[in-house]
Nanobody, 133 residues
């Protein structure tokens, strides 16, 4: 059974850096064709995808957070981490780590197009991080 667990400080001061770790069990984070993501949800707001690191260590980020976000991994511990710098109270949220999978869309014979889609298939329970001013 694949499980993800977030950990890290739950109280962070404004202007400091937030650092969270996602511990993965049941599968190696280097397993081909899986992607490891961070998502957050501020109180009363919707989910916001933050970024992802894939099975070979390549990372990508939401444009709105790219300048402040870094995702890395430690394959020896089977963990990946989120770093968010220069935090403000607006960064207060429940932070989730998740595994993304992918699948092919039906082949379009008219356009000769073969695409794929990604989905968040396994989630951690989330951790509430509060940024104080």
């Amino acid at each position: 059974q694949v499980q993800l667990q977030e950990s890290g400080p739950v109280l962070v001061k404004a202007s400091h850096a937030l650092s969270l770790t996602c511990s993965v069990s049941g599968i190696s984070i280097t397993t081909n064709c899986y992607y490891w993501s961070w998502i957050r949800q501020p109180p009363g707001k919707g989910l916001e995808w933050m970024g992802v690191i894939d099975f070979d260590g390549s990372a990508g980020y939401s444009p709105s957070l790219k300048s402040r976000t870094s995702i890395s991994r430690d394959t020896s511990k089977n963990q990946f981490t989120l770093q968010l710098t220069s935090v403000t109270p607006e960064d207060t949220a429940v932070y989730y780590c998740a595994r993304e999978g992918w699948d092919l869309v039906p082949y379009n014979y008219l356009s000769d197009y073969q695409g794929s889609y990604r989905y968040l298939e396994v989630w951690g329970q989330g951790i509430l991080v509060t940024v104080s001013s």
